[in-house]
């Protein structure tokens, strides 16, 4: 398949994806240069931090794949499912909107029940 390069969503003329899931900053109208510093967060999606006048803002790199080539509405679906579950496999094939996260099946299974129980306490105990 050939790789196409389409601008990310709020950061039209910076930043361009991949249909393969991979980022890159532009340069100038001819130049682009590849991100360097993608790293997994706690669910193991690969995420990447994009900078713009000076603020960061942490971004998963499959959710930018799929607003940009599926077309999809940033505000709709901000969760994106792996269809093979192989949370390194970011390309469009690969990927399709989630309404929540209760749709990923593979990340329920990287918590035991008491660490959700824990987490969510801990939540709970700071919102008070």
């Not at 100038?28 to 997994?40: A, L």
């Not at 940033?74 to 990927?95: C, G, M, P, R």
């Not at 749709?103 to 918590?111: A, D, S, T, V």
Request: aromatic fraction near 10%; hydrophobic fraction near 30%.
């Amino acid at each position: 398949m050939e790789e196409i390069w389409k601008p990310c969503y709020r950061y039209e003329g910076i930043y361009v994806v991949s249909n393969h899931g991979r980022v890159a900053r532009i340069l100038n109208e001819d130049t682009m240069s590849e991100t360097r510093s993608p790293y997994r967060n706690c669910y193991g999606h690969w995420m990447i931090s994009l900078r713009y006048g000076g603020i960061s803002h942490e971004c998963t790199i499959c959710v930018l794949v799929a607003h940009a080539h599926l077309n999809v509405v940033w505000e709709d679906a901000f969760y994106v499912q792996h269809i093979d579950e192989n949370k390194d496999n970011n390309s469009v094939d690969n990927l399709e909107p989630s309404e929540s996260r209760v749709n990923h099946p593979g990340e329920n299974r990287l918590l035991s029940p008491r660490q959700w129980r824990t987490r969510w306490t801990k939540n709970a105990e700071v919102a008070r």
